[in-house]
């Protein structure tokens, strides 16, 4: 199964990722996969950052990704691809907005995460693919936890995770 990991930046995709592989599974890191293989296009200077073919970067995958095992995709892409199921890594408005102010975001970029995380962006997103989808939320749960979720979806248990598990509605009032 293919299983892509993404969220809003700062939601702690990279942290699980990083416990997912000590844990011994196959994770892909969009980023550096993007980077070596020369993937980048046109710069987008507005959104300061880099376009990417979806296609091509499907095709290279395929031909990377080992098919006698579980892959993830981390990156907040990763849910435009190919893939079996998506899990969407959730994090509480507020506790996002402070942790995107540490990493010395402009105030416009960090608004414009938090207000996406509010109103579900990447979940609505997901929910257009024909992948099957979940979320786990974490805001409080350490790396460690966020893997015995995640395998729990992956071993069937997926209740509590399907969308519409988090809800940040009363957080709606304050960012958006
Ligand atoms: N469960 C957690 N509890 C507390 N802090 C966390 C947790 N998960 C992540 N963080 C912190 O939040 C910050 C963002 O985490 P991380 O870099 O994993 O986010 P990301 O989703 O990969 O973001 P991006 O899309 O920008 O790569 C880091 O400083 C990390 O230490
Ligand atoms: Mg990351």
Known sequence: MIIALTGTPGTGKTVIAACLREKGEYVVDLHQHIEEKGLKERFDKKRDTYSVDIGKLNSSLRSSIPKDRNAFLEGHLSHFL?????????????????????????????????????????LCESIGSDA????IDSTSCTPEQAVVMIREIIAGRTAGYEPGSVNWAEEMVKWC
Do not use: G, T, W
């Open 132 to 135: 099957h989808v979940f979320e």
């Open 82 to 122: 190919d893939c079996d199921m998506i899990i969407v890594v959730r994090c509480n408005p507020s506790v996002l907005h402070e942790r995107l102010k540490k990493r010395n975001y402009a105030p416009q970029k960090i608004s414009e995460n938090v207000q996406a995380e509010a109103l579900d962006v990447i």
